[in-house]
């Protein structure tokens, strides 16, 4: 397994410090038939084989972000939610633009990074529009940005406003802060998901994610897969969507995901199904 695959999953381009194990065994990705390890003696990879239960499970935490994207949020929620990712280490929390200096203020001075999403749940706007956003978003304090595909441009066959798209977001959030587009991978052919996530890799940016939560389906296996065999061990992939129990979110982790967009993020770490 190559070492990328440890510095994509603390945070590519910028390394956080070592967390605390809390005297459990953290997860913090699979790749060429191994899995990687953290506890408190250090880091250390065993066979793949190996990870799932009995012999989990396994902490989740670092890969977990910490999502609220209901438009109904309240700030009493979002106030909530950091408490709940400062408590867990979690490795950020994703709210809307709107909240991101509350989020901000509340993770300031901590490992838990500020997400929050542009272009969101559609894709639709400009890229001016979510460059835009982005940018505001950063200055605000906002430290990783989840921009959705053009999607219509995708399904148009035309991939050079899909790459215009991409650049356009790559220089409103350079290197230092986590770039990641949101493929929404329930709408594209496999052939289409491929070559997004091509771009994405070419164009540097940090991550390749699944889904959005708010279109027809969310995260698989095959995509997740597919994604991982596509952008190699230097780009971080994402899952979100549907993930709800520990089990779907390990089966993601074990087909390549370095994150884990949750909303079930409680329920998944304390292995118990969600409300």
Not at 213 to 237: Q, W
Not at 258 to 275: C, D
């Amino acid at each position: 397994m190559s070492d990328a695959l440890l510095d994509l999953t603390l945070e590519p381009r910028a390394r956080r410090p070592d967390r605390p194990t809390g005297g459990r065994t953290q997860l913090l990705g699979c790749a060429a038939g191994e899995a990687l390890l953290r506890d408190a003696d250090g880091t250390r990879r065993i066979p793949q084989s190996e990870v799932p239960p009995p012999r989990g499970p396994w902490d989740l935490s670092l890969l977990i972000d910490h999502t609220l994207l209901k438009p109904e949020a309240t700030g009493a929620q979002i106030e909530t939610l950091c408490a709940e990712a400062l408590a867990h280490g979690f490795a950020s929390v994703c709210i809307n633009p709107a909240w991101v200096p509350l989020a901000a203020s509340l993770l300031r001075g901590s490992v838990v990074r500020t997400c929050t999403v542009v272009g969101f749940p559609l894709g639709a706007t400009s890229s001016l529009a979510k460059a835009f956003e982005a940018d505001a978003a950063l200055k605000q304090g906002a430290t990783e940005v989840d921009m959705v595909l053009a999607l219509g441009a995708v399904k148009s066959g035309d991939w050079l406003t899909v790459q215009a798209d991409m650049k356009a977001l790559r220089s409103a959030v350079p290197a230092g802060s986590v770039l990641k587009v949101i493929l929404e991978t329930c709408l594209l052919t496999d052939d289409e998901k491929v070559r997004a996530c091509q771009l994405a890799k070419d164009l540097g940016l940090d991550f390749v994610k699944t889904s959005t939560g708010f279109s027809t389906g969310g995260a698989t296996e095959a995509d997740i897969a597919l994604m991982r065999r596509t952008v190699g061990p230097h780009l971080g992939v994402k899952a979100s969507g549907g993930i709800r129990t520990y089990e779907t979110a390990l089966r993601m982790v074990m087909a390549g995901a370095t994150r884990l967009g949750l909303s079930a993020s409680l329920a998944v770490v304390q292995g118990r199904p969600s409300s």
